[in-house]
């Protein structure tokens, strides 16, 4: 036997009992005649004491010995601690050691195993196993098992079946791109790796597998933005027989279980805002709500004077920046500078200082009065001691850097408390979305939705225009969910693949299986997705979904740890059939 | 709304209650003047009724034209039953239907979709979607989601947390062959998918993360035997601090929860079997023990007499069947034959019929007299009215030969009750074996597998006799799980990795993140994992693990409902940086 208890369970109730304990040596404390060891394991810290007067001297000596991350095993009593310590559970004790043994000693760490840690990201995470001995790595992945716990046993008490779904499946064209697995035994095929089980849900749906969940690796092959990875974990759901009123009422209840459970917060009902309202006030389909600054479109109270910049432009919005005013002229430079930096993109930035005094001072005073910078802060909401802050130009263009503004802003103003949630609902999303570079529409979900009744027969005339049943749960400025309610006959089916360009032979190869199967009586089904890796990082206070995961990849895509992907052998890739077609490097 | 209730809910005590319910036509009795329809969801089945007195015309005619599979909602009175049905839930109401709407019709399905159904294994797994439907398959779905929520809510109740490990990994040549995943960005590289999650669990445990689980899919591109599927899942299972009986308890517990609150069933304490006693008494390293027919060893009592072909053997072993003396000459000739297929391979079968007068007749009974067969019966425990089976030959081939024998008679004699569950442990495994077509000894287990303490130094000498801290977790004669006491220092690692033939380069490229972490304080550790497939088609007691998953491959490992794998585009060759390297055909 180890131990017979952990080292975060011993309390003043068991002082004189012998105990056995095992783990790290977290921290040593040599005084010559008396030696303290912190011995860290999974469930808390034990101090450990050996001195001249109770130990035997090669005792003694033995712990004076034990470097850093040892990890031993001690018999001995648990006395009451001299000097108390409130911090930590087992503060009110310690372990007169009887006896020690060194079950594996270690190299001095690459880094400190501290909750402040000297190493760098990299050297974290190619020791990745020696950082999650750190209590925020080791705190995130148990509270990230907490959630998922949760999720799954409130979806299993109302109905739900998890069901799992294959991972060796086909590839599509449609999305991302797909990782691909070469078939030995099928030559010259190959399976793709899901990058979601959609069309296997809906299947199941069709199999009348009504109320289905499953937590499931999701993958997709795309040059990986900040904090994204190659694979990722979502919580995949569908239902039978459900308007997508069903379904964000099913969604919200688990979304405010989670966040009473887990966060200790109430939140009755979520708001639900028009994808065309998020993007007139906020700019972005998936707004953060805990802080104010909506948008205020300024057209109509700018576009009448000889200010050709504001003319010329599709839309003027502004912001009201809360005291804003105290900003300086320097700092307020320095913000026209960050809008004008190329990830941004705006070609310049129009303020107006709201003054204490009821006065207004803009960066254009020479072309408004201040009858209509009165009206500027009217329509943006602005009260005296604000900034506004002026965006112009093409309407999708500048509401995309009016909302990086607005974000940043309540960045530096400490507006996104990680521990206030804002949840809401988007909805009524468009059906479809111009690719700008080729002048397509393609899906803006995915091909499986269904428009609102009543709008196909605006996919030929207006394609833009046609709103889709499908619906974001937004969290804190995050999309953790969302879902659509989907198309379930074989017709509308293919007029949808049609307008994603599909020809008849393409879609029949690609989805034959799911067409076909709605003619066998589908049911009209609905769903939705979450993105666990995120919706658990905003519940536990944090945005880098890297810290909630406990193998992460690189931003190549590579796991540093074990060196992966690597090589592999020739007589590997022939039974494969394949070759390298590597470029020539000359 | 679609439905206020659903099909499986309604009782007596709703009747005069209007319902709205949504469903799938199971069957339509159609009398001219009246029209019975069974509505069936996920939920159960519910009758409709259509008639000439209490329906308009136009409804009733609507009722009539209604085919199998249809999905219809419908919303009417529950009223009581002219004649009960105790055997559905729902058999004391029907629903006098008021308003009745098609949400979608169905082609006649290929097959029925009835409990037993006429359509064949291939055309149900062609046509999967609809296979669900049927209430075994969707009973066996559920089944596995009740399991697998009890296995997780009970490891996370005793403290184990369950950890997502990656599924894009490394290579490795040892064990059985990895699907790969080439890496676009990666150019020449390849991921691997987990045959298991082995070594991430033991990094756990480096990293402190003691008591981990998952549950998780795992990859062997295997050619597949009978009822083995390229991906699998496995309850994957790992803890620090441990020695075996640690691990045993602990997952004892598990299997006996499970049997208990998904069977009914209570088993106090598991036998332990010492597999080597496995072998003399099953020739087995998985018996089933629900039933008896143990080997004897007959050396001793049949090496005496002129018989050579016993003489030659190296052993000569045999069962008692019971009540086998009702076998005819007939039925016993076929069991020669059956033993003698090139599947079994034994040689031939020596038989000796126990008469109830205590006398004997053998088919060597020149050879034998009635004092030797007597012993024979002693050793084999054959009583009265027995016949035993006795075949003679090299031991490790005999043994296998008279195992599928003893299970092959069992089966036939109705002694493999599905309802019965006889779970043991088999444990002190060895730690390697020999694989006869090289010569060279290989991990039985897996090469993390550690020796029994003070047995590596029979490493050199006697490899084949080493025995390891590995155990198998039997039941019904299926290995429902195994696992091991880790090797977790470096030294003993490297000894290992050297017996099994890797250059120290080798070992280094493939394992040294693994023997690395060994130096940086790695615990004593072990774990145990479940193949959760096998596991839960024990429970639900059948044997056949492509009945418990949603969506199987065949055992040329395609998914024929979806038609993967299949050829992806040059375009995404070219991007992965392959070509085809495919045999030409002449």
């Given at each position: 036997?180890?131990?017979?208890?952990?080292?975060?369970?011993?309390?003043?109730?068991?002082?004189?009992?012998?105990?056995?304990?095992?783990?790290?040596?977290?921290?040593?404390?040599?005084?010559?005649?008396?030696?303290?060891?912190?011995?860290?394991?999974?469930?808390?810290?034990?101090?450990?004491?050996?001195?001249e007067d109770r130990s035997s001297k090669a005792l003694l000596e033995q712990a004076q010995k034990l470097g850093r991350e040892y990890v031993i095993q001690v018999k001995g009593t648990v006395i009451e601690r001299?000097?108390?310590?409130?911090?930590?559970?087992?503060?009110?004790?310690?372990?007169?050691?009887?006896?020690?043994?060194?079950?594996?000693?270690?190299?001095?760490?690459?880094?400190?195993?501290?909750?402040?840690?000297?190493g760098g990201e990299d050297l974290r995470m190619k020791y990745r196993y020696l950082d999650i001995r750190r209590n925020p790595v080791k705190n995130n992945l148990i509270f990230r098992a907490k959630v998922t716990q949760e999720v799954r046993n409130y979806l299993s008490n109302i109905g739900f079946i998890e069901v799992e779904t294959p991972y060796l499946i086909k590839s599509t064209p449609e999305g991302a791109r797909d990782f691909v697995v070469p078939s030995r035994m099928n030559e010259g095929e190959f399976y793709a790796l899901p990058q979601s089980p959609q069309t296997f849900k809906q299947l199941l749906m069709v199999?009348?597998?009504?109320?289905?969940?499953?937590?499931?690796?999701?993958?997709?092959?795309?040059?990986?933005?900040?904090?994204?990875?190659?694979?990722?974990?979502?919580?995949?759901?569908?239902?039978?027989?459900?308007?997508?009123?069903?379904?964000?009422?099913v969604f919200e209840g688990l979304t405010r279980h989670l966040l009473k459970e887990v966060n200790g917060v109430e939140i009755n009902q979520f708001p639900r805002l028009l994808y065309d309202d998020a993007m007139r006030l906020y700019g972005n389909d998936k707004p953060d709500i805990r802080f104010g600054m909506e948008?205020?479109?300024?057209?109509?109270?700018?576009?009448?004077?000889?200010?050709?910049?504001?003319?010329?432009?599709?839309?003027?919005?502004?912001?009201?920046?809360?005291?804003?005013?105290?900003?300086?002229?320097?700092?307020?430079?320095?913000?026209?500078?960050?809008?004008?930096?190329?990830?941004?993109?705006?070609?310049?930035?129009?303020?107006?200082?709201?003054?204490?005094?009821?006065?207004?001072?803009?960066?254009?005073?020479?072309?408004y009065s201040q009858e209509d910078l009165a009206k500027w802060a009217e329509v943006t909401g602005a009260k005296k001691g604000d900034l506004i802050c002026i965006l112009s130009g093409v309407t999708h263009k500048v509401r995309a850097q009016l909302s990086a503004l607005r974000m940043e802003l309540a960045e530096r103003l400490g507006l996104r408390n990680p521990k206030?949630?804002?949840?809401?609902?988007?909805?009524?999303?468009?059906?479809?979305?111009?690719?700008?570079?080729?002048?397509?529409?393609?899906?803006?979900?995915?091909?499986f939705t269904s428009p609102k009744p009543g709008q196909i027969e605006l996919l030929d005339s207006k394609p833009g225009e046609v709103k889709a049943n499908a619906y974001d749960l937004v969290l804190n400025g995050n999309e953790i969910g969302g879902g659509s309610i989907r198309i379930h006959d074989k017709a509308t089916q293919a007029i949808m693949l049609k307008h994603l360009g599909f020809s008849e032979e393409e879609a029949r190869a690609q989805f034959g299986f799911l067409m076909d199967a709605f003619e066998y009586g589908a049911p009209p089904h609905g769903g939705l997705a979450f993105g666990l890796d995120r919706l658990v990082a905003i519940l536990g206070g944090q945005e880098t979904i890297r810290d909630f995961i406990?193998?992460?990849?690189?931003?190549?895509?590579?796991?540093?740890?074990?060196?992966?992907?690597a090589p592999i052998d020739n007589d590997q890739l022939k039974e494969l059939n394949l070759k390298l077609d590597t470029k020539e490097v000359i």
């Open positions: 036997m180890y131990r017979s208890h952990n080292c975060g369970e011993i309390r003043a109730s068991h002082i004189n009992k012998t105990v056995i304990l095992s783990g790290w040596v977290q921290k040593s404390r040599n005084k010559g005649f008396i030696v303290w060891i912190d011995l860290r394991d999974r469930y808390g810290i034990t101090q450990l004491v050996f001195d001299a000097s108390k310590n409130p911090n930590i559970a087992t503060g009110d004790i310690e372990i007169l050691v009887s006896k020690l043994t060194v079950l594996n000693e270690s190299l001095l760490p690459p880094f400190t195993i501290e909750d402040q840690t000297d199999g009348g597998m009504d109320k289905y969940f499953q937590i499931v690796k999701c993958f997709r092959d795309e040059d990986l933005r900040a904090d994204r990875q190659p694979e990722f974990t979502q919580i995949d759901c569908e239902m039978a027989f459900v308007e997508q009123e069903d379904i964000l009422t948008f205020g479109e300024l057209n109509h109270v700018s576009q009448h004077k000889e200010f050709k910049v504001f003319n010329d432009a599709e839309l003027v919005v502004g912001i009201a920046v809360p005291n804003g005013n105290d900003f300086t002229r320097k700092q307020i430079d320095k913000l026209i500078d960050w809008v004008k930096r190329p990830q941004i993109g705006a070609l310049g930035m129009v303020y107006c200082r709201c003054n204490e005094d009821g006065t207004y001072k803009s960066s254009v005073d020479k072309f206030v949630f804002a949840p809401l609902w988007v909805i009524d999303f468009p059906l479809l979305e111009l690719d700008e570079d080729t002048g397509n529409y393609h899906a803006m979900h995915h091909p406990a193998f992460p990849k690189n931003n190549s895509g590579r796991d540093v740890m074990i060196d992966a992907p």
